[in-house]
């Protein structure tokens, strides 16, 4: 059984934590927005499809990366199988299955070019999971093997799509294909790291983080001294995306230690998979230290009792009543 995540916000006892790829993460990520999302409503258990050339409608406006595309109605019938087509090739890295994408996506119905979903118009671009039980099974093949900086167009068959139940709030009947155009911004995988400028770590009462973005876990070295009383959260490294608000979710990569014993007691890094989390769901040493923070960045949160657990820790965590935490955060995205 996968290890589960200790930093999400207390609720009663037994239901402390949740997944880190839980069904509770995925639903609210989904949130984010008020349209529907490729998210997948279950596993699917449909072989794999064959991937083929076509037929695939015109993009007929919008055709630079990024640029949010007008798709033509489908001609004829829809292949049966996964057509796909690489409308514009990025250099980038290339995209794995488990990997976490951030991409703008415009979505339609074949027979009828009605758009059910689009990102460019709530700029802000999807961030999600190519994986079984996270998203439909028409984006993790489609888009597994492509590089960051294409544009793809594909077109997914029910088997591949929302199955013969559809997908009611978008307006999509079991018996549609679907035609997506997607922009790979950006892929995340477990070794990802911050990016940024190295930032000093003058304070001789605060932890000192390491600095590696080697996808290896930073040393967090912990002073002999009383921790502090009230929240810290200050740049490791700095970056230069956008700033975190309170509303957003986030991909992170993150190690968690206890101040008095420098024990690691929840790590990423041990899980070999990242998290995502709105801040909503997170203790609130977490939710305030992360608030204003650049994407890009690694931050040090120190989280008092408080702020943090108090004298209600997970049990079987191994955080003791009344510790004070200290963590690693590399801030990946937000949405």
């Known amino acids: ?38 998210s997948a409503s279950e596993t699917s258990a449909a072989p794999a499809p064959k991937i083929v050339d076509g037929p695939l409608p015109a993009v007929t406006a919008g055709t630079k990366f990024g640029e949010k595309p007008t798709v033509a109605k489908g001609s004829g019938d829809p292949s049966d199988q996964l057509a796909v087509k690489t409308l514009i090739a990025g250099g980038g890295k290339v995209v794995a299955e488990n990997d976490y994408v951030q991409a703008n996506y415009l979505g339609q119905i074949w027979d009828t070019a009605k758009v059910f979903d689009n990102s460019y118009d709530r700029k802000t671009p999807l961030v999600i999971q190519l ?66 400028k190295d930032v000093p770590q003058d304070g001789a009462k605060l932890p000192t983080v390491g600095t ?12 002999k001294v009383d921790p502090p009383t009230k929240l810290v959260a200050n740049y490791v490294i ?47 040493g977490w939710a305030q230290g992360l608030t204003g923070k650049k994407v890009g960045s690694r931050v040090v949160i120190v989280i008092p009792p408080s702020l943090g657990y108090g004298d209600n820790p997970p049990s079987g965590s191994g955080i003791e009543k009344d510790s004070t935490m200290v963590f690693s955060v590399d801030i990946l995205a937000k949405w």
Do not use: H
């Not at 590696?212 to 002073?223: L, R, S």
């Open 212 to 223: 590696n973005t080697d996808g290896k876990a930073p040393d967090i070295k912990i002073p």
């Open 131 to 196: 994986a079984q039980g996270s998203i439909i099974d028409g984006w993790r093949y489609a888009l597994a093997g492509k590089k960051t900086g294409s544009r793809v167009e594909f077109s997914v068959p029910p088997t591949w799509g929302y199955g013969a139940e559809g997908q009611a709030q978008a307006g999509i009947k079991g018996t549609d294909t679907l035609v997506f155009v997607v922009d790979l911004e950006k892929t995340f995988t477990a070794s990802s790291s911050a990016e940024g």
């Open 238 to 284: 700095e970056g230069d995306g956008e700033a975190v608000a309170a509303e957003n979710n986030v991909l992170v990569q993150y190690k968690g230690v206890i101040w008095d014993t420098g024990k690691e007691f929840d790590s990423t890094y041990s899980r070999k998979a990242l998290t995502s989390f709105g801040l909503s769901q997170v203790v609130k």
């Open 1 to 38: 059984m996968r290890r589960r995540s200790l930093i999400l916000a207390a609720v009663p006892a037994g239901l402390v934590t949740l997944s880190a790829c839980s069904d509770d993460d995925k639903s609210d990520s989904s949130k984010s927005s008020d349209s529907p999302s490729p």
